[in-house]
């Protein structure tokens, strides 16, 4: 009786614990800011100091996605479903970092070039993952509102399921981008195959839901 009282009084997440969490993820994402800031105006990003901002950038924008992937699997996990609210924020935060990444590469690397900017992504089959990549997350920044999501309906699931394409294409555009010391990309990849991996149903049924809309229109009389 005692084992079974014990189970019943399982740990959950109340309201005002969400919002203690999403403080925390404030906190924590503008502390990386002022690192940010700090190192460039204290030359913390070495010799090449774009290419050390594009890295630091670049590498917070795919850790935040990986979080935003990891909350779905912990809240079924430990049975939270409450943590689920903090997945936007988290997305947000991940879509905020690559279109600083983003930035700084067209501004400092390419100073606003918009014909070099075309040249780059047709020339570097990386930069083309990449832009891929940022696309998505600002569809998926763009139609993150309940009024949106309201607005899509059953629509809004298949759009925002493109987040499984962007997670798979960010590490691959980073193992592409380096030329040497590929050990953390190649594990980056590794998380991103494991996190696709734990929802290869979602996935399966994804694919077929695509599958089958475009032989639909396919097969549609012109």
Not at 38 to 65: C, R, S
Not at 91 to 114: E, K, Q
Not at 122 to 143: E, K
């Amino acid at each position: 009786m005692a084992n079974t009282s014990t189970n019943n009084r399982r740990f959950t997440l109340k309201p005002q614990h969400i919002t203690w969490l999403k403080v925390l993820i404030h906190a924590i994402s503008l502390l990386f800011v002022a690192i940010l800031i700090i190192q460039t105006f204290y030359g913390g990003f070495g010799a090449d100091p774009v290419k050390g901002l594009e890295h630091y950038t670049g590498k917070a924008a795919l850790n935040t996605l990986f979080l935003t992937l990891l909350i779905s699997p912990i809240a079924r996990w430990g049975k939270q479903a409450a943590l689920i609210k903090v997945r936007r924020m988290l997305g947000l935060y991940s879509f905020f970092w690559a279109l600083l990444h983003l930035t700084i590469y067209v501004s400092l690397d390419l100073g606003f070039d918009w014909t070099l900017i075309g040249e780059e992504i047709i020339q570097r089959p990386y930069l083309a993952i990449g832009a891929v990549s940022w696309v998505i997350l600002l569809l998926l920044t763009l139609t993150s509102t309940q009024k949106i999501q309201r607005k899509l309906g059953t629509r809004w699931q298949q759009l925002h399921n493109w987040v499984y394409i962007a997670l798979l294409l960010s590490p691959i555009h980073y193992l592409w981008s380096v030329k040497s010391g590929i050990t953390e990309p190649v594990i980056y990849l590794i998380v991103a195959c494991a996190l696709l991996y734990w929802r290869k149903e979602k996935l399966k049924r994804w694919l077929s839901q695509l599958g089958n809309s475009r032989n639909q229109k396919t097969s549609m009389p012109s």
